[in-house]
């Protein structure tokens, strides 16, 4: 698998929002590298939403290994070939849902801090870039993270009928989700920023899979950012997807930048 010189950097390509954008992402003819634990499983879920084989062959390279994987992240982000550092990062890594024995934190993850671990191993890998190769911080990479709705500081983005399930039973989850929106923040701007800029989409309550056609529509998607918040109930991942291409992968995003975003339908 071969990748251009021009390319966006996936982490998380296995999960339904982030499986979409990569979907779309490939139909317009733009080159991926993504990181992947089992590069069968993502190549069978492209193929089976009516990605050829042909084009996967030669617009993704896909890296095997995990979040834990320096080495793996670098290669991801850092081509090979040339040395040329991806134009954006998409990142939608996520832990497995678990259920415990607790009334107050009845849901916990698999792994609690993995949307956190993930972003400061990136940030990492950039600064080692930076340095092995000093001419790529000249265009560094944006970079958009899958957050959620429910961890707002400054306006409730929940709909009512929400608020306990968020707030009480998903506190464990939006704790990293958090962490994770605080790192980007602080590392796409000043003098040792790694990020020419950041955004962290956060959607609704998720439903359905990854496939592009379950959803209705980037169209469709209400709109809010953090002092004005888009509230609503449900969104399907690939609504989320959908949007994220089009609204940021597609055109670089530099109009989101620095803003955390809501989406619901």
Request: hydrophobic fraction near 40%; charge should be positive; proline fraction near 5%.
């Amino acid at each position: 698998m071969t990748a251009s010189s021009n390319f966006i950097a996936f982490f998380g390509a296995t999960g339904g929002c982030t499986n979409a954008a990569l979907v779309h992402t490939l139909n317009a003819g733009i080159h991926v590298r993504a990181l992947a634990r089992t590069p069968s499983k993502l190549t069978d879920m492209l193929l089976a939403q009516g990605i050829s084989q042909a084009t996967i062959d030669s617009q993704l390279t896909i890296i095997k290994g995990d979040i834990a994987s320096m080495p793996a992240i670098k290669s991801v982000l850092l081509s090979d070939k040339d040395h040329t550092l991806a134009s954006q990062i998409m990142s939608g890594v996520g832990g497995t849902p678990q259920l415990r024995w607790s009334l107050k934190r009845p849901v916990t993850i698999d792994n609690p801090e993995i949307c956190a671990t993930t972003t400061k191993n990136i940030v990492q890998a950039l600064h080692e870039i930076y340095t092995e190769h000093p001419s790529t911080a000249t265009h560094k990479p944006s970079i958009v993270v899958i957050s959620t709705t429910g961890v707002s500081d400054i306006k409730e983005d929940v709909p009512f009928g929400f608020r306990t399930m968020y707030h009480v039973a998903l506190a464990d989850p939006h704790k990293d989700k958090k962490v994770m929106e605080k790192i980007i923040t602080e590392n796409a701007t000043g003098p040792d920023a790694v990020f020419h800029g950041a955004i962290a989409v956060r959607p609704s309550f998720l439903k359905g899979d990854h496939k592009i056609k379950g959803g209705k529509g980037w169209e469709k998607v209400k709109v809010g950012h953090e002092a004005k918040p888009a509230v609503g109930y449900t969104i399907h991942r690939a609504d989320v997807g959908d949007w994220i291409f089009k609204q940021i992968l597609r055109t670089g995003g530099e109009q989101w930048f620095g803003q955390k975003i809501t989406l619901t339908n």
